[in-house]
């Protein structure tokens, strides 16, 4: 049976209806998670939960410790994660309270933060060309439609570095460039998802218009008028993971096997203590 994770982005700290709580802390070698993992069940269903900012929302993206959150979800057992994330809309069309169901995401971070367990005497390189579980994708959006959401099929995620946003010609260039909703988290969780063999989609809810959209942005694109769009996306966000719970399955799906074909390092010498470290993650490779 399916255990999944998941993982809390702005606004959403908690769920209401986990039954047979238990917070449990885990320690990793990339030191701690962003907070204390919170384990029950949900809708019949055996899930974790962990807010990526920590309760209170106290860190940056840029701070978040993305290794250690999702080394915690192998730790736990976690089979498939479901990622919420607040971003901005690059689309007319995309307007503010709407759920887009990602399905590919591009990089503009700075590598200030790690987007990798290898290193350390084990090189791998996975396949990130459909960095989205498409099967759990799936299962989302049909989700999404039985919580009478307004959900899209669909849309290329740009993960910007911040916490500023945009400055109106990166806004217009991303525009211009295809991209079709901005935030700031998720292609660090679903590359570490990836490497881990962890099923990994994601719920991105549109709380503003992108400072591009002369009409709306000057309201919109302030603190205060996002958190007021923040709390109904909360809310929607809640209602598609509880119906899409029930719908995840232990189907063959290929993350599962994401690492076969991706050793670069050959296993004769990988250095014990880089073994030891990432146990979890080589297990069934040793």
């Known amino acids: 049976m399916s255990r999944i994770g998941i993982i809390g982005g702005s606004g959403l700290y908690q769920i209401e209806g986990i039954k047979n709580i238990k917070t449990v802390y885990v320690e990793t070698p990339f030191g701690p998670p962003s907070d204390a993992y919170i384990t029950g069940t949900l809708a019949g269903c055996d899930v974790v939960f962990l807010p990526r900012h920590a309760r209170g929302h106290r860190l940056l993206p840029t701070e978040v410790p993305y290794r250690a ?3 915690g979800m192998k730790k736990l057992g976690v089979s498939h994660i479901i990622s919420v994330s607040a971003v901005g809309s690059l689309r007319e ?3 503010p309270t709407d759920s887009i169901i ?3 995401f591009f990089d503009r971070s700075n590598q200030a933060r790690p987007h990798t367990f290898f290193g ?3 090189v791998a390189h ?5 960095p989205v579980c498409d099967k759990l994708r799936q299962v989302l959006l049909k989700a999404g439609h039985e919580a009478r959401a307004s959900v899209k099929d669909g849309g290329i995620y740009l993960n910007m570095e911040g916490p500023q946003f945009s400055t109106l010609a990166e806004s217009k260039t991303y525009r211009q460039w295809g991209m079709d909703v ?3 988290t998720q292609m660090s969780e ?6 881990a063999e962890i099923c990994y989609a994601t719920i991105a809810q549109i709380t503003d218009f992108d400072c591009w959209h002369e009409e709306e942005s000057g309201e919109t694109v302030s603190v205060n008028g996002i958190i007021e769009i923040m709390q109904q996306n909360t809310e929607t966000a809640k209602k598609i993971i ?3 719970i029930p719908k995840i399955t232990d189907a063959e799906c290929d993350c599962e096997n994401a690492l076969a074909v991706s050793f670069i390092t050959d296993k004769s010498l990988w250095p014990p203590e880089t073994v030891e470290k990432l146990r979890p993650i080589l297990e069934k490779y040793l």
């Open 126 to 130: 996975v396949q990130m060309a459909h």
């Open 242 to 244: 509880q119906h899409a």
């Open 190 to 195: 679903a590359r570490l998802a990836r490497e």
């Open 93 to 95: 069309d995309y307007r």
């Open 182 to 184: 901005i935030g700031m």
């Open 120 to 122: 350390d005497g084990i």
């Open 69 to 71: 959150n999702i080394y």
């Open 102 to 104: 990602i399905d590919n």
